[in-house]
């Protein structure tokens, strides 16, 4: 089973940048599609942005694209966010995530990182 743990998480001023990053161990990631997620105070998770197992394609949401960029380094089993021109509002706790190649659910979960903006 593979395990991920979240880094990078911190304090930024509103038009900053930040680069998370998720680091596997216990199994390559190179058959899994990598997602990251976020939840903010008092609401529910949703999804930011999602790269697939093969690293050919990539997927984001509305509320990031052009701005967070995701990527994969599968010799350092490690996946990335860089987050750019930051908001207020992409205050959250960040979490990677890992589905095996690009079917059924996202079945492993980091613990969060936390991201907050100040204005």
């Known amino acids: 089973q593979v395990q991920l743990v979240e880094s990078g998480g911190g304090l930024v001023q509103a038009g900053g940048s930040l680069r998370l990053s998720c680091a596997a161990s216990?199994?390559?990631?190179?058959?899994?599609?990598m997602g990251w997620f976020r939840q903010a105070p008092g609401k529910e998770r949703e999804f930011a942005a999602r790269i697939s197992w093969s690293g050919g394609s990539t997927f984001y949401a509305d509320s990031v694209k052009g701005r967070f960029t995701i990527s994969r380094d599968d010799a350092k089993n490690t996946v990335y966010l860089q987050m750019n021109s930051l908001k207020p509002e992409d205050t959250a706790v960040y979490y990677c995530?890992?589905?095996?190649?690009?079917?059924?659910?996202?079945?492993?979960w980091g613990q969060g990182t936390q991201v907050t903006v100040s204005s």
């Open positions: 995530a890992a589905r095996f190649r690009d079917a059924g659910p996202w079945a492993v």
């Open positions: 216990g199994r390559t990631l190179s058959s899994y599609t």
